[in-house]
T-cell receptor, first 118, second 111 residues
Framework: AQTVTQSQPEMSVQEAETVTLSCTYD???????LFWYKQPPSRQMILVIR??????QNATENRFSVNFQKAAKSFSLKISDSQLGDAAMYFC???????????????FGEGTQLTVNP | NAGVTQTPKFQVLKTGQSMTLQCAQD?????MYWYRQDPGMGLRLIYY???????DKGEVPNGYNVSRLNKREFSLRLESAAPSQTSVYFC??????????FGSGTRLTVV
């Protein structure tokens, strides 16, 4: 079974600075997807960024980028120029690419609560 | 564009009561899921339905039942609620190659 670990329960950053959230995972599969989701106080789960394991290039979405290290099974999220609206719980998640074995379900980490200080 | 709609948003139950959480998606996704979210544990899969007509247990299925009524709808039933089922519940759906879309969650308290 796959596992996802987020070792930082809480992180804080000053507005306009950069912060990196860590995530490690364990799997025996070769083809999979990794995601970062943001959950603000509204409870809504918002997709931040997605990475396909077969792609060597790190995904980027505006101020959000990832550092994907497949051999090390590491998938960190970097938030640049942090804004007050970035304050939220962030979840790392894994999904197998083999639908017949998993139904595309997500395995989540425990979450990292990010505080942005003005 | 509704996406994934789940009801109710909040519910308080007494121990032993039953209830059904409803979920519907309008994205023509094949797969649907129910997760529960507890502090410090992320989201854990309760049940899922990879396609219409099929359902399977996830990590934490005990105390729950599900029904995939049709392609759009996937309900979660608590037959006899227990305080350990106090949690936030999320319905989600996904299609081949697409990331999961989530409902807005149901906060359930069992007293």
């Amino acid at each position: 079974a796959q596992t996802v670990t987020q070792s930082q329960p809480e992180m804080s950053v000053q507005e306009a600075e950069t912060v990196t959230l860590s995530c490690t995972y364990d799997t025996s599969e070769s083809d999979y997807y990794l995601f970062w989701y943001k959950q603000p106080p509204s409870r809504q789960m918002i997709l931040v960024i997605r990475q396909e394991a077969y792609k060597q290039q790190n995904a980027t979405e505006n101020r959000f980028s990832v550092n994907f290290q497949k051999a090390a099974k590491s998938f960190s999220l970097k938030i640049s120029d942090s804004q007050l609206g970035d304050a939220a719980m962030y979840f790392c998640a894994y999904r197998s690419a083999f639908m017949e074995t998993s139904g595309s379900r997500l395995t989540f980490g425990e979450g990292t609560q990010l505080t942005v200080n003005p | 564009n509704a996406g994934v709609t789940q009801t109710p948003k909040f519910q308080v139950l007494k121990t032993g009561q039953s209830m059904t959480l409803q979920c519907a998606q309008d994205m023509n996704h094949n797969s649907m899921y129910w997760y529960r979210q507890d502090p410090g544990m992320g989201l854990r899969l309760i049940y899922y339905s990879a396609s219409e007509g099929t359902t399977d247990k996830g990590e934490v299925p005990n105390g729950y039942n599900v029904s995939r009524l049709n392609k759009r709808e996937f309900s979660l039933r608590l037959e006899s609620a227990a305080p350990s089922q106090t949690s936030v519940y999320f319905c989600a759906s996904s299609g081949r190659g697409s990331p999961s879309a989530f409902g807005s969650g149901t906060r359930l308290t069992v007293v």
